[in-house]
């Protein structure tokens, strides 16, 4: 697996708490897509760089919450900036409880000519206190608002797959969302039969048991940006940071 195939690696570690209390939340929505092309003219003659798409459709495919707390709805639209195409969609989770199990994927299409994509996330992950949604001294095993924990904190990530393969594991959702804040590749896609390419990317993530009622009152938002480039007269090296750059526009504030 090369280096602009997969994530940074990292350890993992594991996560404890005591007790377990609160319900689950989650937003997703649907898909955008949008193309832009180049062209360039001289004398009796046309020279076009050709089209080229991005199409980035969210699924969310499996979120245990115990049939308790409802699925909202919040997306963002972006417009992209030359030579890329940048489609971001924002996510919140809130009222999380320990045991709570959440699987985001996104099915990401390149069409028109080969590119290289990349993902960045901004986020601002906040505890109950910060979220002025609790008070410790409302918690009878909570000494202070110090002892109160974020999602991000809280969360472990499962798996990164692209594909069905993995490519990235962290210690906890924190940390991954801190390596996205620079932007990292997805690789080449590359077209195949019918003009596109295609590939899934899943990001799998548990609460554990173990934390207790240091938990409640968090709220993570967490904003994403897919960028794309032609292959075409780049090299893929740039296209993290322009997807980190991408979302400078990110409204999670």
Known sequence: MTDENQFRLTRRRALGGIAAIGVASAAAGVGTSAFFSDQETFEDNSITAGEFGLTVEQKITDIDQDEIGPDETAWLDRGGAEPGYVVANAIKIEDAKPGDEYEFCWDITVEENPGYVALAADSNDKNGYEAEN???DDLWDVESNDDLTTIGEATEVEDVTLDGETIAEYESFEELLEELEDGEPLGAFDLEEGGEAKKKLCIELSIP?????????????????????????????????????????????
């Open 209 to 253: 048991t173990g934390v207790g009622n240091e938990l409640q009152g968090a709220v993570l938002d967490w904003d994403l940006a897919f960028y794309a480039e032609q292959q075409r007269h780049n090299d893929g090296d740039g296209v993290a940071n322009n997807a980190a750059d991408a979302l400078g526009g990110s409204d999670v504030e």
């Open 134 to 136: 609790v008070d410790a």
